[in-house]
């Protein structure tokens, strides 16, 4: 049974930073692309960042580009989310996704998802 379990979400004041966890079990972890995405209230679920298998390439949003650093170590089969200078508009419900192939910001392209971690960034 896979899961992808977030952590690491808060209440934040704008400008601080926040790293998300995302720790994944029961797939060859080092083998599926990994994405983050989010969910602010009365919105549909957006792309933040991704990574591939080896985390040799990475891909961000443009809102988030330059502020948010996805990583990953395949030793522990987590994926992280480092988020620097928080904006109110960063504010959303964060989730977890892995790709059995490197699907960028193609969320269909993305077979599991984690139950998601709130982030609110207060202004």
């Known amino acids: 049974q896979v899961q992808l379990v977030e952590s690491g979400g808060g209440l934040v004041q704008a400008g601080a930073s926040l790293r998300l966890s995302c720790a994944a079990s029961g797939l060859a972890f080092s083998s599926y692309g990994m994405g983050w995405f989010r969910q602010a209230p009365g919105k549909e679920r957006g792309f933040v960042a991704a990574?591939?298998?080896?985390?040799?390439?990475?891909y961000y949003a443009d809102s988030v580009k330059g502020r948010f650093t996805i990583s990953r170590d395949n030793a522990k089969n987590t994926v992280y989310l480092q988020m620097n200078s928080l904006k109110p508009e960063d504010t959303a419900v964060y989730y977890c996704?892995?790709?059995?192939?490197?699907?960028?910001?193609?969320?269909?392209?993305?077979?599991?998802w984690g139950q998601g971690t709130q982030v609110t960034v207060s202004s």
């Open positions: 996704a892995a790709s059995i192939n490197y699907s960028r910001d193609y969320a269909g392209g993305y077979g599991y």
């Open positions: 990574i591939s298998w080896g985390g040799g390439s990475t």
